[in-house]
């Protein structure tokens, strides 16, 4: 069973950067598809990106292609997402995801599909 910890969310002014990290422990994330998903408040939870087991394949919400992209370093054990060109509508708390399949050609990117979850961390982007 694997246990993710996200970090590097904070305040940011819109057009700015950061990157979010998920640390896994517990088993390698080799073994995972791993995604982001976030919550902004008020909403439901919606999928954010996603990466198969060896970062070859991706997917992206429509809201946040081109803008965001996410990678993985299974040697560090480690998926991060980097946002760029960040909007106040990114504001949220962004949360590190995993399921342990392999990808076959498509992504089932709904919340349910994905067993293991960490606590999120809050980016805010402010106007």
């Known amino acids: 069973q694997v246990q993710l910890v996200e970090s590097g969310g904070g305040l940011v002014q819109a057009g700015g950067s950061l990157k979010l990290s998920c640390a896994a422990s517990?088993?390698?994330?080799?073994?995972?598809?791993m995604a982001w998903f976030r919550q902004a408040p008020g909403k439901s939870r919606e999928f954010v990106a996603v990466?198969?087991?060896?970062?070859?394949?991706?997917f992206y919400a429509d809201s946040v292609k081109g803008r965001f992209t996410i990678s993985r370093d299974n040697a560090k054990n480690a998926v991060y997402l980097q946002m760029s060109s960040l909007k106040p509508e990114d504001t949220a708390i962004y949360y590190c995801?995993?399921?342990?399949?392999?990808?076959?050609?498509?992504?089932?990117?709904?919340?349910?599909?994905?067993?293991?979850w960490g606590q999120g961390t809050q980016v805010t982007v402010s106007s």
């Open positions: 995801a995993a399921k342990e399949e392999y990808y076959t050609g498509t992504f089932y990117t709904g919340d349910h599909e994905f067993g293991y």
């Open positions: 517990g088993r390698t994330v080799s073994s995972y598809i």
């Open positions: 990466a198969s087991r060896n970062g070859k394949f991706t």
